[in-house]
């Protein structure tokens, strides 16, 4: 592990990205409609503009650069694209009138206004959010790449489409690295390095590293900036890192700055296009049963820690047997809140294999965007596709349904949650065939296992694995709220069904008394009090189970997640008053943790609470943060103490960890003059982003919930 300094260039290149970037679009202009260009299948068409795309944007090459490629996002926020239309408006709209046929086809129903149901859940298929077939592309190159487009089957005319499109495409992303490879203002080695990776595989470590981003580029190129996810990187660069020490061709040091300037170059993005979702995957188990971290595994800690960067997302895998030191490391780049998160390795390949992935291709898994689980190279999740809000349902339940017993009501409760996602599931078959007619992406295509082996793109369900993802908002206020009424309505007899209902109508106006007899006498999840937490893991039981009765449009079960991402706070703003105490509008909170101020007798406590919930169920991925006060790291061996923590908490049966350490007072003072604190970063959700540039909604709930340590 090197202990070298910040090279010069890297100190450059790690300042240039304050620097404000040139703006520029791309038009009809400078990406040319063929004259017959509508006259090829939709597949062909979006891979001849991309071909354009990648030949028009513009190059800049910056003084000092180890790795060259730069992102073409300067004025885009994030999702959205950079190539133009490839089908006309009425094309859109006759492709959209075919995929409703398809829906009436398969659910027998005509399709529903599903932006009315908004309060209860909202669906959109995922264009990235995935984890492609980086290896791949690192063992054959592009132009072992042709080769495998030129074995597929060309039986039909899609099939023929596909092969045609694909080819085009990987021809292109040579020709863009070839632009770079004889540009004048580069260094010879880069160069080299460039004009030998646009055809063949990498042979050396800075080589493949190259590769990497520029295949990243690609297929954000193509698709937008949606959180595609390196995997398991530190495995696959791994070769490529020894072979060159064997070699001495590379000391550590300079693999280092290799992996500091990767570091730096994922950071280039303007900041109107928000997290960028790329995800890291490190350490963890092997197919052979063997711990994965390596040097090219403390490479990207060393990255990740002494530039404290927001991309990418430093993601780890843990077991029983992990090297303390690379535990130790983890949890001060979570305590410096540098973006690290740990994972449970046993708890989450049981997740997958109760789900139904094979261990052989569950042990490769790794994180995509935030927290998501993803199959590297042979899956599209889609694992943001769905949120569900769970407190909607319980207050359909509380309204609408029929009730006399805590049972009866939990009973209730469940109902909604299985006719609303089944709501859910239909509007997944409509905005998936939708998808599937107006969205082909033939260079991913090339990176997801099985389509090219079958010919067939990916959004027409060429992938090995098919699913789509949901995750739960306000989980934390729906077990209070069952919390609540189960002990002083139904058993305590404080008050009766008419009272609450009444005072929850209201907004708790004029039945204050009531409302802080909600908050203050009731149990809470979060404390390792076994009622609220026995509550807590039925509800979170329900609710996984109801949506895993559902079905993907291949017949895959959907994949339900213990997470929310920023679905929280918008879900916050629908809902009204809680039998928790919570008023109408407040927001909710991230994935299982407790609610802000909920969890008051100490971190353990809440870590024993949330260790009892059924991961195996959760298999699309889930939260938990940690607060703890940065004093708690001013002991020599305060980083030592949080690892403690941590392996704790996975032996419990924990599945996921992310620290906080900044003091709300930090943040309050960072609020007020924001010049002075440009640099402070938090922990959204499940990324990090600079403090000053979050909205005041925004800031204003991540005080309140460093406040409540």
Same mark, same amino acid.
């Given at each position: ?21 040139? $703006? ?41 650069? $180890? ?36 829906? +009436? ?129 530190? +495995? ?85 047997? =992990? ?19 740990? !994972? ?28 998501? !689980? ?11 596709? %769905? ?11 509380? !309204? ?5 017993? !805590? ?46 082996? =079958? ?58 008394? $009531? ?69 109408? %509008? ?22 024993? =609470? ?88 925004? +800031? ?10």
């Amino acid at each position: 592990m090197s202990n070298s300094p910040l090279s010069p260039r890297i100190t450059q290149a790690v300042e240039r990205l304050s620097q404000p970037k040139e $703006l520029y679009n791309l038009t009809d202009e400078n990406i040319g409609y063929e004259q017959d260009f509508y006259l090829s299948p939709n597949i062909i068409r979006r891979a001849k503009l991309y071909c354009s795309t990648l030949a028009a944007i513009k190059k800049p090459i910056y003084p000092g650069e $180890l790795i060259v490629g730069d992102v073409p996002y300067h004025e885009f926020k994030a999702n959205r694209e950079l190539m133009p239309p490839f089908i006309t408006p009425d094309e859109k709209r006759t492709l959209i009138d075919k995929a409703k046929a398809e829906y +009436q086809g398969i659910t027998g129903k005509e399709p529903e206004n599903f932006a009315d149901m908004r309060n209860y859940f909202h669906f959109g298929v995922n264009y990235g959010h995935l984890i492609a077939d980086y290896e791949l592309l690192l063992n054959i190159g592009f132009d072992g790449m042709k080769k495998r487009i030129a074995n597929a089957p060309a039986n039909t005319q899609d099939e023929r489409n596909f092969a045609v499109a694909a080819e085009l495409v990987i021809g292109a992303c040579s020709h863009y690295i070839n632009q770079y490879a004889y540009a004048t203002n580069i260094s010879d080695d880069v160069a080299d390095n460039c004009r030998h990776i646009a055809h063949k595989p990498p042979e050396t470590f800075w080589q493949a590293v190259q590769l990497l981003w520029f295949m990243q580029l690609f297929m954000e190129i193509e698709s937008g900036i949606s959180a595609f996810s390196y995997g398991r990187a530190d +495995q696959y660069l791994r070769l490529f890192y020894e072979a060159d020490i064997a070699a001495g061709r590379i000391t550590n040091d300079i693999a280092q700055e290799i992996m500091d300037a990767f570091f730096v170059k994922n950071n280039e993005q303007n900041i109107l296009t928000g997290d960028a979702g790329r995800a890291l995957t490190i350490g963890g188990l092997l197919k052979d049963g063997h711990d994965g971290v390596n040097d090219v595994t403390y490479l990207m800690l060393n990255s990740a820690v002494r530039l404290k960067l927001l991309q990418p997302k430093i993601n780890a895998r843990m077991h029983a047997n =992990s090297p303390a030191e690379y535990v130790d490391l983890c949890a001060k780049g979570a305590a410096i809140n540098a973006g690290v998160q740990v !994972y449970n390795d046993d708890v989450i390949l049981h997740a997958l294999e109760t789900y139904g992935y094979p261990y052989a291709d569950a042990i490769d898994y790794g994180m995509i965007g935030c927290y998501e !689980y993803g199959l590297a190279g042979i899956d599209r999740p889609s694992p943001m596709s %769905g949120t569900f809000h769970l407190a909607a349902c319980l207050e359909d339940a509380l !309204y609408n349904e029929a009730y006399n017993s !805590y049972d009866e009501l939990e009973q209730a409760f469940a109902k909604r949650v299985a006719y609303w996602a089944d709501k859910l599931r239909l509007n997944m078959i409509l905005d998936e065939l939708i998808c599937r007619h107006t969205r082909p992406l033939p260079l991913l295509s090339n990176f997801v296992g099985d389509c090219v082996k =079958s010919a067939t793109d990916i959004s027409m369900g060429g992938a090995r694995y098919e699913t789509c993802g949901v995750r739960f908002t306000g989980f934390s206020a729906v077990a209070d709220s069952l919390a609540a009424l189960k002990v002083l309505m139904f058993e305590d007899k404080i008050f009766d069904k008419t009272q609450l209902l009444e005072a929850l109508k209201n907004n708790f106006e004029g039945n204050e008394t $009531l409302r802080l007899t909600l908050v203050n006498k009731a149990p809470k999840y979060g404390n390792d009090n076994d009622i609220a937490d026995a509550i807590a893991v039925k509800v979170g039981e329900i609710c996984c189970n109801e949506i895993l009765k559902q079905t993907h449009i291949k017949g895959a079960k959907l994949r339900p997640g213990l997470f929310s991402f920023s679905g929280f706070m918008v879900a916050g703003e629908r809902c009204g008053a809680l039998p928790n105490g919570r008023k109408a %509008g407040e927001p909710f909170v991230n994935g299982v943790c407790p609610m802000h101020g909920a969890d008051k007798n100490s971190p353990t406590a809440m870590l024993a =609470s949330a260790a009892k919930l059924n991961y195996a169920l959760s298999a699309n991925g889930t939260t938990l943060d940690l607060k703890l006060p940065s004093s708690v790291y001013l002991a020599p061996s305060g980083f030592q103490q949080l690892s403690h923590m941590i392996r704790a908490y996975f032996d419990m049966g924990g599945a996921h960890l992310q620290a906080y350490t900044l003091s709300a007072e930090e943040l309050e003072a960072a609020k007020k003059d924001p010049e002075k604190h440009a640099n402070i970063i938090v922990r959204v959700t499940g990324y990090s982003a600079y403090f000053v540039t979050l909205g005041d909604a925004l +800031q204003d709930e991540i005080i309140k919930r460093t406040a409540s340590f």
